[in-house]
Every structure is written in structure tokens, then in C-alpha cells.
Nanobody
Framework: QVQLVESGGGLVQTGGSLRLSCAASGFTFSGTAMGWFRQGPGKEREFVAVIMWNLSTYYADSVKGRFTISRDNAKSTVYLQMNSLKPEDTAVYYC????????????????WGQGTQVTVSS
């Protein structure tokens, strides 16, 4: 049974930091690119970051230099370190396992977590 269990969301002030975690099971984690997406209020879900099986990373321009994605294959866990948070980062954040297709496209991902709320106060 595939599961992606997220944790680490919460409420922070502008300029603060949060570290999101997503523990995966039920698929071959080490061979799967893992991404983070987010959906802000009144917006569609958008790409945030992805880490490949070889540890290459790619980021949306809006978070580049502030967010860092990482993975621990021994723990089947992917992380998103978020620094210098802004109100526009407020969203539900989802982790996802890639299937096939563009790593930037939400529809290319097969496995999804339940989402965790991140709120940045202004």
C-alpha cells in the first residue's frame, strides 16, 4: 500500500523557517524522483521543487535560493527546508512521487501525500 505521510507544516512569521518531511512507503523510493507542490488560496497547484534519484535538484524561480529539497533514501523520506518565508508562500504543500513525463508537471506524478498547511503571517 502506497503511503506518503507529511509533517512539519505550521504558522510562521515573515522571514521565518519551516522544515517539511514526507515519509514514503509502498514503492521503490530510491528509484523515484520526489517533488513538492503547493496550492495557495484561490490558485492552482504549482511545482515547487524536485529531487531526482541521483540527487539532482530543480526549483521554481519563486523559491530558488530560499528552499532546499533533500532526501534520505535509508529512511524513504523527502524534506523541504523553507527559509526566508514570505506571505505568498502560504499554501497547502504536497509531496509526490514521479511516474513519467515532465518533472515540472503535476500530472506526471503518480503518488501523493495528504498535504500540510503552511501559513506565513504578514
Amino acid at each position: 500500500q502506497v503511503q506518503l505521510v507529511e509533517s512539519g507544516g505550521g504558522l510562521v512569521q515573515t522571514g521565518g523557517s519551516l522544515r517539511l518531511s514526507c515519509a514514503a512507503s509502498g514503492f521503490t523510493f530510491s528509484g523515484t524522483a520526489m517533488g513538492w507542490f503547493r496550492q495557495g488560496p484561490g490558485k492552482e497547484r504549482e511545482f515547487v521543487a524536485v529531487i531526482m534519484w541521483n540527487l539532482s535538484t530543480y526549483y521554481a524561480d519563486s523559491v530558488k535560493g530560499r528552499f532546499t529539497i533533500s532526501r534520505d533514501n535509508a529512511k524513504s523520506t523527502v524534506y523541504l527546508q523553507m527559509n526566508s518565508l514570505k506571505p505568498e508562500d502560504t499554501a497547502v504543500y504536497y509531496c509526490a512521487g514521479h511516474g513519467s513525463g515532465s518533472i515540472y508537471n503535476i500530472h506526471s506524478y503518480t503518488y501523493w501525500g495528504q498535504g500540510t498547511q503552511v501559513t506565513v503571517s504578514s
